[in-house]
């Protein structure tokens, strides 16, 4: 079997061919429970299984909708290969709120980009050639402020693609990307990459977080707009003018703090830390999710005594987090979200049994928390993955 490069440039770069092992995309922390041995039976080993022990890390998780716009423009007859070759089964793309880690979507990504060798998967009439995006961030190294670098970038994917271009608003105190279709309207998923890419490397390039204050589309709302309050912000509107990303302006003054060396490892990340929205080790958000890995069984902190172990008041730690597009909260939703789904996909434990690893105390708890996040109950959920 042919191995998968280890980060998108390697098609156009000397620097890609001696680039270590990936490490985890993401390492999120465990909920109250975690660290504790399972109280039922253990589950089958499997690959990718979901890994339990303190301090190990838990894959994000992707919606199944994304892995099939991945897969649009592939021919049916390569798709279950390919899939199967990033350890997915093919029927997932039948279960509707199915939902596979990020390491998992970004090994497809790349798979998919070599074999269309499009690396904007066919949603233009141009192809975005295999290390396109590496010469891109490249190019954008050289500027000053993150505003330099976006209109770099914008003016480099206007002479790629022919379809949908892009341009850079400022307006008062506020600042937008826009995108704006030229020939095949409705492509939702072009969409979808390209504000993808264009907000992941400009996170990476300040290295910090940039909180989207509102986005909107130019297109209907799609089955899967749920997914957009966490992938941009929980204010959306949708059948506008054109699609933008809203942003306060101040953020066009950062300073690019990147460089060639910090490139190679951006690279050796992709894509998956432009699914998660680059987020530096030292943020906040990141020290909180290190420190709920740390937790004993039952000794998840309250919010206040988190705060006060990280020197800081609660009212100072809820804002920080909120600089960064989260909240304590949504940190641990996310958490127990991705661990059920690790847990009914992986293994052959009961419900009940993952419930109380999460820290739910009843049963029903579990039941509606997990519906409300994959729009179907545990048992559905399994039942649907094995069919």
């Not at 079997?1 to 998108?8: I, S, V, W």
């Not at 030229?182 to 993808?196: I, N, S």
């Not at 641990?332 to 991705?338: A, G, I, S, Y």
Request: proline letters at 5%; a positive charge.
């Amino acid at each position: 079997m042919q191995q998968l490069p280890r980060d998108l440039s390697q098609a156009s770069t000397e620097a890609a061919r001696d680039l270590g092992d990936r490490p985890p995309a993401t390492r999120t922390g465990s909920e109250r429970a975690l660290g504790r041995s399972p109280t039922g039976r253990p589950g089958a080993a499997r690959p990718l299984a979901a890994r339990t022990l303190v301090g190990r890390p838990e894959p994000g998780t992707v919606a199944i909708c994304f892995v099939a716009a991945a897969l649009e423009r592939v021919i049916k007859i390569e798709r279950a290969a390919l899939l199967t070759r990033v350890g997915l089964s093919p029927a997932l793309l039948q279960v509707p709120q199915a939902r596979v880690s990020v390491k998992q979507y970004g090994e497809l990504w790349r798979l998919v980009a070599l074999t269309l060798d499009d690396e904007f998967f066919g949603q233009d009439a141009r192809r975005m050639k295999a290390g396109t995006f590496a010469m891109i961030c490249h190019a954008v190294l050289g500027c000053k402020t993150l505003g330099q670098a976006l209109e770099r970038s914008l003016r480099f994917y206007a002479l790629i693609l022919d379809d949908i271009a892009g341009k850079l608003v400022r307006q008062g105190s506020e600042a937008a990307i826009e995108l704006h279709e030229k020939r095949v309207p409705g492509r939702v998923f072009a969409h979808e990459v390209l504000l993808m890419l264009l907000h992941g490397v400009a996170c990476w390039l300040v290295g910090r977080r940039i909180p989207v204050l509102r986005a909107q589309f130019s297109y209907p709302k799609p089955a899967h707009g749920a997914e957009y309050r966490l992938m941009y912000s929980t204010n959306l509107s949708f059948q506008t003018a054109h699609t933008a990303l809203v942003f306060h302006a101040s953020h066009l003054d950062l300073a690019v703090v990147q460089n060639e060396r910090t490139l190679k490892e951006f690279l050796r990340n992709a894509p998956e830390n432009i699914l998660v929205k680059y987020k530096n080790a030292s943020s906040l958000t990141a020290r909180t999710r290190r420190r709920l890995r740390q937790c004993l069984p039952g000794e998840l902190p309250e919010f206040e005594t988190l705060a006060a172990e990280m020197n800081m008041t609660p009212a100072t730690m809820r804002r920080r987090l909120h600089d960064e597009g989260t909240s304590y909260q949504s940190i641990k939703d996310q958490l127990r979200r991705d661990l059920a789904i690790s847990y009914l996909s992986h293994s052959d434990r009961s419900a009940m049994d993952i419930g109380l690893e999460l820290g739910f105390s009843e049963r029903s708890a579990f039941h509606r928390a997990f519906k409300k996040w994959t729009g179907a109950s545990p048992g559905e959920f399994r039942r649907r993955l094995g069919a």
